[in-house]
């Protein structure tokens, strides 16, 4: 199935950020942060979430809070053809907390959480034992630089104003 795309305007992105901000917020105080009626703030988002934009509403955990402080970057090399096999391996490791096919020496890119470095390795180690998995190299993270983040992306277009919406505070 085709990914559905939208051309996101300014109203959507000042939506996606008062979501970001207020999570638990509801559509009638949503309005009235973004100065747009109630209808159409709801029609946007259900229109963002539709479209596979805002894909969901937290919560967010602080891993190392959850008992997980330690964090690693974990490169995977795997047999050829293996990708559809591996990824329904890795989704078996709970300390997988993604993975993403990659380019260049590594085939796939994980990032993974544990409760100490003893625990990574014996994750490292059921990872290792996957038959697709040729070699692996691990880096652990010492501090976060940039948190994960999606606003200053989805801010740093111009985008277009929105089409048959009334004026809000953005103008």
Do not use: K, W
């Given at each position: 199935?085709?990914?559905?795309?939208?051309?996101?305007?300014?109203?959507?992105?000042?939506?996606?950020?008062?979501?970001?901000?207020?999570?638990?917020?509801?559509?009638?105080?949503?309005?009235?942060?973004?100065?747009?009626?109630?209808?159409?703030?709801?029609?946007?988002?259900?229109?963002?979430?539709?479209?596979?934009?805002?894909?969901g509403y937290g919560p967010d955990v602080d891993l190392p809070a959850a008992g997980y402080p330690v964090l690693a970057f974990v490169?995977?090399?795997?047999?050829?053809?293996?990708?559809?096999?591996?990824?329904?391996?890795?989704?078996?490791?709970?300390?997988?907390?993604?993975?993403?096919?990659?380019?260049?020496?590594?085939?796939?890119?994980?990032?993974?959480?544990?409760?100490?470095?003893?625990?990574?390795?014996?994750?490292?180690?059921?990872?290792?034992?996957?038959?697709?998995?040729?070699?692996?190299?691990?880096?652990?993270?010492?501090?976060?630089?940039?948190?994960?983040?999606?606003?200053?992306?989805?801010?740093?277009?111009?985008?277009?104003?929105?089409?048959?919406?009334?004026?809000?505070?953005?103008?």
């Amino acid at each position: 199935m085709e990914e559905q795309r939208i051309t996101l305007d300014q109203l959507d992105a000042l939506l996606i950020r008062t979501l970001g901000e207020h999570p638990r917020m509801g559509f009638l105080e949503i309005s009235r942060l973004t100065g747009v009626s109630r209808a159409t703030a709801q029609a946007r988002v259900h229109r963002l979430e539709q479209a596979g934009v805002i894909t969901g509403y937290g919560p967010d955990v602080d891993l190392p809070a959850a008992g997980y402080p330690v964090l690693a970057f974990v490169s995977l090399e795997i047999a050829q053809g293996g990708l559809d096999e591996i990824a329904q391996e890795l989704a078996r490791v709970p300390e997988i907390l993604e993975a993403h096919g990659t380019t260049g020496l590594s085939d796939i890119s994980c990032r993974v959480a544990a409760r100490s470095n003893e625990h990574l390795q014996e994750t490292l180690i059921r990872i290792n034992r996957i038959p697709t998995v040729v070699r692996s190299t691990s880096e652990i993270a010492l501090s976060r630089v940039v948190a994960p983040r999606y606003l200053p992306l989805v801010e740093s277009e111009q985008r277009p104003r929105p089409s048959r919406v009334p004026a809000y505070q953005g103008d």
